[in-house]
């Protein structure tokens, strides 16, 4: 079919790669970007029931449950959009479970058992550190998941605090705060191991374990500031030494949004790392949706052309050289064509890097018409797909489509395809309001693809299972006693005793830092930015065990009193340096804990957790077990699995 | 109208005219919160404000914290399963669904924060619209109880309505129904709607329908396929077969009981198998000696019940002054659900026998619910009987309770109730136990482990 030639430059807007933007660009378009942080915490059992945290296996199972998702009414008497769409899918979901990390409760068997105190208690210092409101009595919510993620259909959650804000300095805005719009404590959600088709398998050891869930304001406006408040915040909450570290144990969503366009959700962002592409991308993305509904608008086209009138053209395609479509029509598959009129030129416009606008709906058939297998949509305009030019005269005519009307194809089973046919005219009426709202997921690629439409507040009902928990203010007080000194009070700190800049953004992050503060406003004379490094740099930072630490401080006195000058601390062998008094009892407890946090169960270095445990567990288990196996059975349990 | 909200936290929404459903700010020593105010749970302490905020997340402030509430608008939630006129196919059987409670259909309660039930027939076909696929249904709401609360009352009018339904010529007939004592409610139906021409299938669920995994949408949708299609003519409850989606089982209702506080494959048949297995594909029976579907209206309703009757659930130690009370009060019935093969200890015989010389009707069944009472073994069981207390075979102690209020209620005659407790009316006593009929498999065991892997739990 012929090309329609497209001049309008709304159609051939740049679509660089992340990096080719500058900060100008990006306030250009409007930007904002908020985050909302999961976090898991470092307790022993789950939120709602009494099986272990943290107990992870991801190749074993012991039994699996069948079960399928139903809507329901929110406690305003409606339906939540995506509860609806998820019901569409009709999904099969299995889960797999194992003996020792999965109850009743978590099958959806039983009812829940009492909110574990120990994560309650974690959550509300991490709300008293980032100054939110905390409420006084928590109400437990039930936060509607119909794709299955949760076998209940629901995640149990609750505020604990709303409306605090954290610094965020900058050059051009020392004063600047990032608002937290509210801090959750919630149950995790299963681990996705498949889904094809109409069957979703979750693994179940993840579910239930407790974990937080931060909000920010949309105060970002450039991708690489979302990605240093992620950051920001994760080194906060894990000074506290209350949350899990490691791989999966924080997961981030991104919302972004530009001028005209939608709050768009991506969801579970592994890494903090992949946050600037996303965002430069579902920025890219929406600037094009936001162009193309007002090409459609001038075009004149209206949402009453844009009714599903999709036609049945197996007949046409029988033999057809195009040859996964024949395949499929062999192995049974139904074939229907829709036409977008009004669409000309628009399919092959690119949204996001390397990607085109037919992906969108592509990507709404994959989800939601579970045809997943890709390609799961050929266009009119697409070249070289091998159905001939006369195939596409035969089915324009039969459905009396314009010469330059682009004309989709469908193939799959018959209520498959019939739920894609409906579900891409939703996307092309959508399409002329500009970006709908939609949670999206994080490809490897730096692009987005849809997950599902976006939920809204419909979506919560109270937990009738659980009674309120009020919060007792002398609670509230025990907790935040041994809250850590915040990163932003750790580097005003630092910066007033002229620590570089370098060492003072590693201190503020560094369980050091209490025994450098110590340190400091023990030996004043001292340079602190000799201390910071002595701590973090020298053969101290090494330090793995008290005595060391402690002969170390005592060689620090001898440079106070001027016995020695620092710069000579170095040459001295242990057996040479002159013996110091015994450092105080403050700073032996301040080097003890740091040894801990560093090196310790608690740490926040998974190498260096997977080190503790195995300095802990091999020489009792020598001989017992093969050193390689006991290795890969700790790294497991202490990192948990990749995903 | 408080809703639900006490003194003092009444007393704060009042100085500042702020009613349930306002859009309010209200300032607190901890800062500003905006939202709508809830009713509050009445069993919920008086000291906390209820609101939910835009996010939707509900949150409690406590009254003395409160320093101003500003009242910007109102807001209050309609509750409302979509209605939608249940379509009318000629083709298809006629169904009836007769309401007496349950958690079938559910809606919130504000005040108790708890589920109520909910029930029309264009409410339920705005919810589970593959109902309409099946059947032609109409229902009844006869009861809006929760079934711990279902009493004779409720026993003869559901048993009336179902003579009415089958006086109508309906294809079938499905009772939902609460599900802790569902199995006592078919029990009784079964001897009071005898011989009857279609099936009987009652039906609840174990999560209710206002969550995304509720149970009750397949029952319901089992059940009426039951009522509309099955050949099985008897009282049956239609419930999960395994906890996943998979099918429901049909159990006789004479020989089935709830086993679990929450599981949704709480309902088992004991001493037996079930009836039939039903799915999307259609009933499956396991068996061929049920009673089959008929055209006539040859059915027999026999509504009577006596609730002077009693289960003494026996425990070791069991002073006699426990049936003395029963005696003493005017109790006309007894069913002890004894230990091991139906036995109890020697100080309860003096009373057991004062009962008995009194004409008060005493029944021996077994708390293991599986097996029969066998009272010749051990010369225990042989001194019981001497006492004028009567092994009641295999059926089980609620069953046994159900059917001796039933007799009571028909006559005064002690010989006349033991007649009627011992013939076999509705399956509540078998002549055998098939060795099937016991399985329960233990966790743990290699194989059984197994063969859990392979098959869906």
New interface residues.
Partial sequence: MQQPHIEDPRLNLPVPEYGAFSDDDYRALGLKVGLEIHQQLLTRRKLFCRCPAGLYDCHHHDAEILRHMRPTLSEMGEYDGTALMEFKTKKQIIYQLKSESVCTYEMDDAPPFELDPEALDCALAIARLLNLKCVDELHIARKQYLDGSIPTGFQRTTIVGIDGEIPFATESDPDRKIHIRQLGLEEDSCREVSDHGHTRVYRTDRLGMPLIETVTGPNMHTPEEAAAVANQLRYLVRLTHLVRTGAGAARQDVNVSITGGTRIEIKGVPSIKAIPRLVHSEALRQRTLLALAEVLRERGVTEDQLKDRSQNVTSILRNTDCLFIRQAILQGAQVKAIALPGFDGLLEVKTQPHTLFLKEFSDRIRVIACIDTLPNVIASTTLGSGISSAEWSKIAHLMQAGAHTPILLVWGRAEDVETACKEVMIRAREALKGVPEETRQALKDGTTGFERILPGPERMYPDTDLPPIAIDPARIKRVTENLPTPPWERMRYAREHHVTENLAERLSRSPAFDLFRALCDQFPSLSATKIASLLLDRPCSGARDLDHLILWVGRLQRVALGEIHFEALWQFSDAECPKAEQPSNEIIALSRQMIAHRFGPNSADPEARMRYWMGELMPQNRGKYEGRAMAEAIRTAVLGDAQ | MNDGYRSPTLDVLQRFDAAVWSEVTVE?E????EGLILPR?E???A??L?L???????????YD?IRNIAVHGHKQ??????AKQFPSDPQKPRVKLIGTGGTIAS??DYRT???IPAFSPSELYGSVPELADICNLETEKIYGVFSENMGPEQWIGTARAIAREIEKGVSGIVIGHGTDTMHHTAAVLSFMVQNPPCPIVMVGSQ?S??????DA??NLINATRTAATSDIAEVMVCMFGP????YGLLHRGTRVRKM?????STFRTIGDIPLAKVDATGVTPFRQDYRHRRNDKQFKLVDSFDDRVAIVYYYPSMKPDIIDALVDNGYRGIVIAGTGLGHVNKPLYPALKRACEKGIAVFMTVQTLWGYVQMYVYETGREIMELGVVPAANMLPEVAYMKLGWALGQTDDVEEVKRIMLTPIAGEITPREPHNGYLILQ?GIPEV?EF??RH??
Avoid: C
């Avoid at chain 2, 329908?209 to 509720?214: K, T, V």
């Fill in positions: 607190t901890h800062g500003d919160f749970s069993t919920a302490d000291n906390h209820v939910k905020l835009a996010t939707g997340y509900n949150v409690g402030l406590r914290s939630a309609h509750y409302q399963i979509p809606r919130l924060g708890a589920v999560r329908s206002d969550r995304p995994s509720s949408a397949m906890t996943s989606d998979q679990h506080s929450s599981y949704r966790g482990e859990i892997t869906w739990k």
